[in-house]
């Protein structure tokens, strides 16, 4: 069994368009939670959400390939290419033939798949625009990222709805753990505004008409954002040996399914999931310092998690501090792990906790230490990254610091 | 109650005008149903909060009938 480490990360969000600038939104407690402009906003009852401002594709792809990438496709690309970069990773045909790329996404280019549909329900057309197939799968950008890299290595896909980039990214740390993969790109990527998409989550009636504000007595549900991120795994001893530096270990990946209802969250799963991690890492639940929670601020994700969080920790609660970055880049779904993946090993790497913005007032049912819109310094050994989806599935990853 | 036992697939005659939702069974999902379905039948929209705090058949047709009501005199006369 190999020591896994994360040696480049690369990210595309509301509050940053790169690494740096998602670490530095996240410290000033920056949130990009604001009136939706991409879908015209009088046909749906919500207001607001986190979305990519500004992105102009021609800038970051040709046109040729823009025609075959949905913006979710994107977005997986561009995180990559900051992932493989920041870890300076010296390709050989070995490398590029052996190394994995295991995206997560929701929803993948539905997008696309809306408005190819949309000429044959609406406009009277017999025939649909015919990259609708490629634009839209789930595995689009694991494979423009294979594409981009000539990496020809396992490569696959993981839709487990919010948890989709969390499962990605443990399926990779224990491939390369293992030995079955030399290196991983892993995380996520997700472009849900459009239309037809936001009108399905109204009608969930989880949506805030407010902002999102985790663990607070005023939450009033998530706010849907886009974006994403991705992590270059390598085992210690490669990165070493080539003179990388890593940002942080990834110890353990733990996984439950709650087998209760398709909506409605249980303490229990996510409290497995947490255990199993641990007990994949060899820590002690007293090593962790921080949690990079789900908290997606729905009424129900928040008391369930406060709950599981005690079950599992006991009495070191009060020595854990927990945050929901959601807060600040909105709810990515199959990109908000790869996201929040980020967000842990910088904390490790730079000491420095994000914290849980627009913070009003504590709620009793949700009684944890969630660093209330200020960031804090605090030098921790270990942490946990927490993601729990619609249908019961959770997926939680666990950090450590490297001296 | 039409709405109520065509979208949770029970018969009309077990569900009275004081039944509770918890009593029928309906958990947050069917919820949702049926506000999707009273929203389609009676042509109005239900607000988020306001439907959080109903619990019964009561309830739900007084709400219902005053969204109703409400829509009847602010649309424009004949």
Redesign the interface.
């Given at each position: 069994m190999h020591r896994v480490v994360v040696t480049g990360t690369g990210v595309i969000s509301a509050i940053g368009g790169n690494t740096a600038g998602f670490w530095r939104a996240l410290l000033a407690g920056t949130s990009a939670i604001r009136e939706i402009l991409s879908v015209d906003a009088s046909q749906i009852?919500f207001r607001n959400g986190a979305e990519v401002r500004n992105y102009v594709p021609e800038e970051h792809f040709e046109a040729k390939d823009i025609a075959f990438m949905d913006r979710f496709a994107q977005f997986a690309v561009l995180a990559a290419r900051e992932a493989v970069s920041d870890a300076d990773i010296e390709w050989t045909p070995d490398l590029r033939e052996t190394t994995a790329v295991i995206t997560g996404s929701c929803l993948g280019g539905r997008a696309a798949e809306e408005s190819g549909y949309w000429e044959l329900f609406h406009n009277g057309k017999t025939r649909v625009q015919p990259l609708t197939i490629p634009l839209s799968m789930s595995n689009a950008g694991a494979s423009h990222i294979c594409m981009q890299f000539h990496i020809e290595g396992p490569a696959y896909t993981i839709s487990t709805a919010c948890a989709s980039s969390s499962h990605a990214i443990g399926q990779a740390f224990w491939m390369v753990r293992s030995g079955a993969a030399p290196m991983a790109i892993a995380g996520g990527s997700e472009a849900p505004f459009f239309l037809g998409g936001l009108k399905a989550w109204e009608?969930?009636?989880v949506i805030s008409?407010d902002t999102c504000r985790p663990f607070s007595a005023e939450r009033s549900?998530m706010v849907l954002g886009e974006g994403a991120a991705m992590l270059v795994l390598e085992t210690l001893d490669a990165a070493l040996a080539r003179g990388a530096r890593p940002i942080a270990e990834i110890v353990g990946f733990g996984m439950s399914a709650d087998a209760s209802?398709?909506?409605?969250p249980l303490a229990a799963g996510p409290a497995r999931a947490m255990r199993l991690a641990l007990r994949d890492s060899g820590l002690a639940p007293e090593q962790i310092g921080y949690i990079n929670a789900h908290g997606t601020a729905t009424e129900?994700n928040d008391r369930i998690e406060t709950a599981a969080i005690r079950s599992t920790f006991g009495s070191h609660v009060g020595k854990l501090a927990v945050s929901s970055t959601k807060s600040m880049h909105g709810h990515a779904l199959g990109a908000a792990g790869a996201l929040e993946a980020v967000a842990s090993v910088l904390s490790l790497r730079h000491g420095m906790l994000p914290p849980t913005v627009n913070f009003l007032t504590p709620d009793p049912a949700c009684d944890l230490d969630v660093i209330p819109n200020h960031a804090r310094a605090a030098a921790i050994e270990a942490c946990l990254s927490n993601s729990f989806a619609f249908g019961g599935l959770n997926a939680v990853l666990a950090f450590k610091a490297l001296p | 109650m039409k709405v109520i036992a065509t979208s949770k697939r029970i018969p009309i005659e077990s569900i009275g005008p004081e039944s509770s939702f918890e009593s029928l069974g309906i958990?947050?999902?069917d919820r949702?149903n049926i506000?999707?379905d009273l929203e389609s039948e009676f042509e109005i929209?239900i607000d988020?909060e306001q439907?959080k705090q109903v619990q019964n058949i009561h309830e739900m047709i007084e709400g219902v009938t005053h969204l109703v009501e409400a829509k009847t005199s602010s649309s424009p006369p004949e």
């Open positions: 009852r009608a969930m009636r008409k549900g209802h398709i909506t409605q129900a | 958990d947050s999902l949702l506000l999707f929209e988020d439907a």
